[in-house]
């Protein structure tokens, strides 16, 4: 089954996507956390990020505002300075343990039609 509306995925790779679906890829607003610690929050559009968004840059330790296409900031302001998700390892831990539940590639949960 295609994850529809709002959900959850969790990808072999790590990465956790908190948002919305359309005909099974990201599609809406979303937040990506990736294992790394990095987080994408913005607008996604055919499974990727595209359009305004931000990014935090976990070794940096800040944000960046800007423009995306196909997953990559292309322009963007400043730096500016803040905190990721404060429980981003909750949510990595959360989907974790749901992930190895279900034994599944990944987890979709809370969808709406």
């Known amino acids: 089954m295609q994850p529809e509306g709002e959900g959850t ?16 890829a990201m599609h809406g607003d979303g937040t990506m956390l990736f294992d ?16 305004r968004g931000r990014l935090f840059r ?14 990559v900031l292309l322009q963007h302001d400043a730096p500016i300075s803040g905190a990721p998700l404060p ?12 992930h190895n ?3 599944a590639s990944h987890v ?3 969808t709406s039609g």
């Open 101 to 103: 539940l279900r034994g």
């Open 58 to 71: 976990a070794k940096e330790g800040g944000w960046q505002h800007g423009a995306f296409r196909n997953g």
């Open 36 to 51: 790394n610690g990095d987080v994408v929050e913005g607008c996604f559009r055919d499974g990727a990020a595209n359009g």
């Open 9 to 24: 995925c969790l990808f072999p790779s790590g990465s956790l996507y908190i948002g919305d679906f359309e005909g099974g």
């Open 87 to 98: 429980n981003h390892k909750a949510l990595f831990a959360l989907a974790h343990a749901m």
């Open 108 to 110: 979709n949960v809370a």
